[in-house]
C-alpha cells in the first residue's frame, strides 16, 4: 500500500476508504504516474514541479495539495515500485512452488517494474537524489526485498533445488542484471517487456541449477 | 593503446618511443589515475581540475600541459578501461580454449576492471558527462567490445558448448550484473575483488552450460 502523508488523502489505519478518499488515492496514483514520466524525460535533477503539473493536467498550486514538493513525488514513486515488487515476493512464497519456478516469477516481476512505460520505474534506481530521511526509508525497503530473494536462494540450495553458491552475490547479480536493462531497454527495441521478462529470469534460474561440472565437455559430442 | 591527442606525448604510428616520450606517458597514466580517483570521490559534476591536479601532485598549469580539461580527462580513463577490456578478450581469444574458460576469463577481467580502486573504474559508466564527439568514440568502443562477448556466446552456442538462448539478451544480463558491482562492492566488504572475480563468471557461465531442463526435480533425490 502506498504511504499517505497529505491532507486529502487516507490516513494510515483508518477505516474502510469513503467514495472522496478513493477518488483522491486514484488521483495521486495518476499523478506520480505523470510525475515518472516527466523524471524519465528530463532527469530526476531537470524536472520542475510546474512541468509535473502540466504533464498531469493541473495547476502548480493543486500539484501542491497533493504532494509537498519533487522529493516528496520521487520518493512515493520509488516507494510504489519497491511495494510492488515486495508484493511479488509475497505472491511468490505464497504458492510454495519449487524455489526455481517462484525466483523466475519475482524476477519478471521486477522486470515489468523496471521496464514498465506507465510508471516509468528508472526513478527507482535514483535513490541519490532523495534527501537522507527518505532515501533512508527506500533504502531499507530496498535491503528488505533484496533479504526476501537471497533467503529464496539460500532455502534453495538447502533443498537441493540449487546448486551450493554464494547467495548474497548470486542475489546482487540477478538484481544486477534485471536493474542494468533500464540502461539498455528501448521500447521501440526488437524485444517486448513481456519477451525480456520470460528470457532473462529463464538465464539467470538456470545458473542455479545443479549440473555436472563436467557437463559443457560431453556437450561437444551432443 | 591509450590514444594519444597532446603536446609533450607519443604521437600514432611513431617508431620506437625514446626515454623521454616513455616517461611522459608513464606522468599521463599517474595522472589518469588520480583523476579517476577524483571522479569518483567526488563525481564526475564536481570533479575540478584544481583538485584532480593537487591529487596528481602538479601545478593546475603543469596538469594542462597534459590534459586540455576535464572532458579529455575522463574520456581517456574510460578509454584506457575499454583498452584492457577489448585486451583481455583478444587474449582469451588466442587461448582457444572451451567458450566457457574464455567467457569466465574475459568477465574476471571486466570485473577487475570495474572495481580496481586504482584506476577508479566507476568513471567508464559516466558516458552521460561527455559531450557529443568523445561519447560516441566511447559507445562505440563499449558497443565493440559487447559485440565480442556476443560473438563469443553465439560460438559457443553453435559448438554446442552452451546451451540455445538469445545471445544478444544473456550478454547484456552478463555486462549488467558485471556492470552493477560497481553500486555495491565496497573495499572494506566482506569479500576481495578477485573472490568476487571468481564467484561471479561462475555463476553467470553456469546459465549457459546445457542442462536437461527436469534436472533441478532429479536434484532434490540426490
Redesign the interface.
Same mark, same amino acid.
Given at each position: 500500500m502506498v504511504q499517505i502523508l497529505n491532507p486529502g488523502s487516507i490516513s494510515a489505519g483508518a477505516p474502510a476508504p469513503t467514495r472522496t478518499s478513493r477518488k483522491s488515492e486514484a488521483r495521486r496514483l495518476e499523478i506520480l504516474r505523470a510525475a515518472a514520466r516527466v523524471f524519465r524525460r528530463r532527469g530526476v535533477a531537470a524536472a520542475g514541479m510546474r512541468e509535473i503539473a502540466e504533464e498531469a493536467d493541473l495547476s502548480p498550486g493543486n500539484l501542491y495539495y497533493y504532494f509537498r514538493g519533487k522529493d516528496e513525488l520521487l520518493y512515493f514513486c520509488q516507494d510504489r515500485t519497491l511495494e510492488q515488487m515486495h508484493t511479488a515476493v509475497e505472491a511468490a512464497r505464497a504458492t510454495a512452488a @519449487?524455489a526455481?519456478e517462484q525466483l523466475r516469477a519475482i524476477l519478471a516481476a521486477h522486470l515489468q517494474c523496471t521496464l514498465d512505460e506507465l510508471e516509468g520505474a528508472t526513478a527507482h534506481l535514483e535513490v541519490e537524489a532523495l534527501p537522507d530521511k527518505l532515501r533512508r526509508q527506500i533504502v531499507e525497503k530496498r535491503d528488505g526485498y533484496e533479504r526476501a530473494v537471497r533467503a529464496l536462494v539460500t532455502k534453495g540450495v538447502k +533443498? +537441493?533445488?540449487f546448486?551450493p %553458491?554464494?547467495p548474497a552475490? $548470486?542475489t #546482487? =547479480?540477478? /538484481?544486477? =542484471? $534485471?536493474?542494468?536493462?533500464a +540502461?539498455?531497454y528501448r521500447p521501440d527495441g526488437s524485444?517486448s517487456v513481456e519477451e525480456?521478462a520470460r528470457?532473462?529470469p529463464d538465464? /539467470?534460474? #538456470?545458473? /542455479? $541449477? @545443479?549440473?555436472a561440472r563436467s +557437463? @559443457?565437455?560431453q556437450?561437444?559430442s %551432443?
Amino acid at each position: 500500500m502506498v504511504q499517505i502523508l497529505n491532507p486529502g488523502s487516507i490516513s494510515a489505519g483508518a477505516p474502510a476508504p469513503t467514495r472522496t478518499s478513493r477518488k483522491s488515492e486514484a488521483r495521486r496514483l495518476e499523478i506520480l504516474r505523470a510525475a515518472a514520466r516527466v523524471f524519465r524525460r528530463r532527469g530526476v535533477a531537470a524536472a520542475g514541479m510546474r512541468e509535473i503539473a502540466e504533464e498531469a493536467d493541473l495547476s502548480p498550486g493543486n500539484l501542491y495539495y497533493y504532494f509537498r514538493g519533487k522529493d516528496e513525488l520521487l520518493y512515493f514513486c520509488q516507494d510504489r515500485t519497491l511495494e510492488q515488487m515486495h508484493t511479488a515476493v509475497e505472491a511468490a512464497r505464497a504458492t510454495a512452488a @519449487p524455489a526455481a519456478e517462484q525466483l523466475r516469477a519475482i524476477l519478471a516481476a521486477h522486470l515489468q517494474c523496471t521496464l514498465d512505460e506507465l510508471e516509468g520505474a528508472t526513478a527507482h534506481l535514483e535513490v541519490e537524489a532523495l534527501p537522507d530521511k527518505l532515501r533512508r526509508q527506500i533504502v531499507e525497503k530496498r535491503d528488505g526485498y533484496e533479504r526476501a530473494v537471497r533467503a529464496l536462494v539460500t532455502k534453495g540450495v538447502k +533443498r +537441493r533445488e540449487f546448486a551450493p %553458491c554464494d547467495p548474497a552475490l $548470486v542475489t #546482487r =547479480a540477478m /538484481l544486477g =542484471a $534485471v536493474n542494468w536493462t533500464a +540502461r539498455w531497454y528501448r521500447p521501440d527495441g526488437s524485444q517486448s517487456v513481456e519477451e525480456i521478462a520470460r528470457a532473462l529470469p529463464d538465464y /539467470l534460474v #538456470r545458473g /542455479l $541449477v @545443479p549440473t555436472a561440472r563436467s +557437463r @559443457p565437455k560431453q556437450a561437444k559430442s %551432443c
